[in-house]
């Protein structure tokens, strides 16, 4: 089933529901990263212009279903009236009736940002008569906050149903158009880099990209728990001890894949992520006692970034080693700016891998970087994520 565009939509003099994802970090009361904000201003200056009158509703944090002065979006709604350079005006809920006077007072071209949705526990139990209430403050429902897309929640899935006209703002059609691009019509070779903490996090995702790589290049800590399985020593690495098992499963099922499964054949390695200055090299996939595999070695970066420069398409998620410390950061860096000079189509996961090139200010040169940690991850596990799906 298709979705349509906010372009295919008139949405002069209605009243604009646009879902976005502003569950930006904060710091001292004030928005300390506007990235997700900045992410969402396409679709909102394209409603203003279309002379809609935008509702704008949005969660932050985690206040547990109630009024919490902590969590309020009144600081997101200061950041974002500096960016469009216009006012903005703030609710001091997002149901009720000092919000619905707003809503039928709202002007076109303006912009009414509501309370955290969360601040009702209805919110995330999806229940019926509060996504009824958001239904009712407009006519269009727009979504671009693919970051909640993975939860059915009133404002991403229950209240879709109540209203008239629905579509995909312009940063969930390019999350879909790219994600989706991985899994549906991939440009092959089609590499594939997994990292980070856990493989127990990740299995369903190795499982569904291994279906449709080319090449699956796996390293950061859950590549140990996979060398562990594979009987070869890791030292402390951090293992999933109770995961072996689990592990070895995985093995011998990515044996009956068409992908070429790639594991580090060396290692940075310390006692532990302090000692820098015993900081070494291993000369071989094994891990010497007492000591931590923190980032892939040299020869696993020059390898791996052979792959990358021969793939037409590039997927990664999960940092490559603790990239936090720059003494295990170069195996993240290298590979993505092999990434960069491949001249693949390139995409990044959300979370930390994200996280990892929006320090390195090299995030622009990605063919796509998610916003979306939690979702970009169930998205490419193949499930349908009901943010989506109400789209439809
Ligand atoms: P995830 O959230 O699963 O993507 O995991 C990201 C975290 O994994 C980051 O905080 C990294 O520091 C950590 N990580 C990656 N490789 C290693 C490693 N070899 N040892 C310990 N932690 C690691």
Same mark, same amino acid.
């Given at each position: 089933?298709?979705?349509?565009?906010?372009?295919?939509?008139?949405?002069?003099? @209605?009243?604009?529901f646009? =879902?976005v994802d502003?569950?930006?970090?904060?710091?001292?009361?004030k928005?300390?990263d506007?990235?997700?904000i900045?992410?969402?201003?396409?679709?909102?200056k394209?409603?203003v212009e279309k002379? $809609?009158k935008?509702i704008l509703?949005?969660?932050? /944090?985690? %206040?547990d279903?109630k009024?919490?002065?902590?969590?309020s979006l009144?600081p !997101?709604g $200061? =950041?974002?009236a500096?960016?469009?350079?216009c006012d903005?005006?703030?609710a001091?809920?997002?149901?009720?009736?000092?919000?619905r006077?707003l809503?039928s007072?709202l002007?076109? @071209?303006?912009i009414?940002?509501?309370e955290?949705?969360?601040?009702? +526990?209805?919110?995330?139990?999806?229940?019926?008569?509060?996504?009824k209430?958001l239904?009712?403050?407009?006519?269009?429902?727009?979504s671009?906050?693919?970051g909640?897309?993975?939860r059915a929640?009133?404002?991403?899935?229950?209240? !879709?149903k109540y209203?008239?006209?629905?579509?995909?703002?312009y940063?969930m059609?390019k999350?879909l *158009?790219?994600?989706g691009?991985v899994l549906?019509?991939?440009e092959? +070779?089609?590499?594939?880099i997994?990292?980070g903490a856990?493989v127990?996090d990740?299995?369903?995702v190795?499982?569904?990209?291994?279906?449709k790589?080319?090449?699956?290049?796996i390293g950061?800590a859950?590549?140990y728990?996979?060398? =562990?399985a *594979?009987?070869v020593a890791?030292?402390?690495?951090k293992?999933?001890?109770?995961?072996?098992?689990?592990?070895?499963?995985?093995l011998?099922?990515l044996?009956?894949t068409?992908a070429?499964v790639?594991?580090p054949?060396?290692?940075?390695v310390a %006692?532990?992520p302090d000692?820098?200055s015993?900081?070494?090299t291993t000369?071989?996939?094994?891990i010497?006692d007492?000591m931590?595999g923190?980032?892939?070695?040299p020869?696993t970066q020059?390898?791996?970034?052979?792959?990358?420069?021969?793939?037409?398409?590039?997927?990664w998620?999960?940092?490559?080693g603790?990239?936090?410390?720059p003494?295990?950061?170069?195996g993240?860096y290298?590979i993505?700016?092999?990434?960069?000079a491949?001249?693949?189509?390139? !995409?990044?996961? /959300?979370?930390?891998?994200?996280?990892?090139?929006?320090k390195a /200010?090299i995030a622009s *040169?990605f063919?796509?970087?998610?916003?979306?940690?939690?979702?970009?991850?169930e998205f490419m596990? /193949?499930?349908?994520?009901?943010?989506?799906?109400?789209l439809?």
């Amino acid at each position: 089933m298709s979705i349509l565009s906010i372009d295919q939509l008139q949405l002069a003099g @209605k009243k604009v529901f646009i =879902r976005v994802d502003f569950n930006t970090p904060m710091k001292d009361g004030k928005v300390s990263d506007d990235t997700r904000i900045r992410a969402a201003l396409p679709t909102i200056k394209s409603a203003v212009e279309k002379k $809609a009158k935008v509702i704008l509703a949005s969660h932050l /944090g985690r %206040p547990d279903g109630k009024a919490n002065k902590k969590y309020s979006l009144e600081p !997101v709604g $200061a =950041r974002l009236a500096e960016l469009l350079g216009c006012d903005i005006k703030m609710a001091d809920d997002c149901v009720g009736d000092g919000v619905r006077l707003l809503v039928s007072s709202l002007k076109e @071209k303006e912009i009414l940002l509501l309370e955290n949705l969360r601040f009702h +526990p209805e919110e995330e139990e999806n229940e019926d008569n509060f996504c009824k209430a958001l239904a009712a403050l407009c006519n269009v429902y727009i979504s671009d906050a693919f970051g909640t897309a993975h939860r059915a929640h009133a404002s991403t899935a229950g209240m !879709v149903k109540y209203v008239q006209e629905k579509a995909a703002g312009y940063l969930m059609q390019k999350e879909l *158009k790219f994600l989706g691009g991985v899994l549906k019509n991939p440009e092959r +070779p089609l590499v594939t880099i997994l990292g980070g903490a856990k493989v127990s996090d990740k299995i369903a995702v190795v499982e569904n990209l291994a279906r449709k790589s080319d090449t699956l290049l796996i390293g950061g800590a859950m590549a140990y728990t996979l060398l =562990r399985a *594979k009987g070869v020593a890791v030292g402390t690495s951090k293992v999933e001890s109770e995961k072996l098992q689990m592990a070895q499963n995985l093995l011998e099922r990515l044996k009956s894949t068409d992908a070429k499964v790639i594991l580090p054949i060396d290692h940075i390695v310390a %006692p532990n992520p302090d000692a820098i200055s015993e900081v070494m090299t291993t000369s071989g996939e094994t891990i010497p006692d007492g000591m931590m595999g923190l980032d892939i070695g040299p020869r696993t970066q020059t390898s791996f970034c052979d792959v990358i420069k021969k793939a037409k398409m590039v997927f990664w998620n999960g940092p490559l080693g603790m990239f936090e410390k720059p003494a295990f950061s170069a195996g993240t860096y290298k590979i993505a700016n092999a990434m960069i000079a491949s001249g693949a189509v390139t !995409v990044v996961g /959300g979370g930390d891998s994200a996280a990892a090139v929006e320090k390195a /200010g090299i995030a622009s *040169k990605f063919s796509h970087v998610s916003t979306g940690g939690g979702a970009s991850l169930e998205f490419m596990e /193949g499930r349908e994520l009901p943010g989506v799906k109400a789209l439809e």
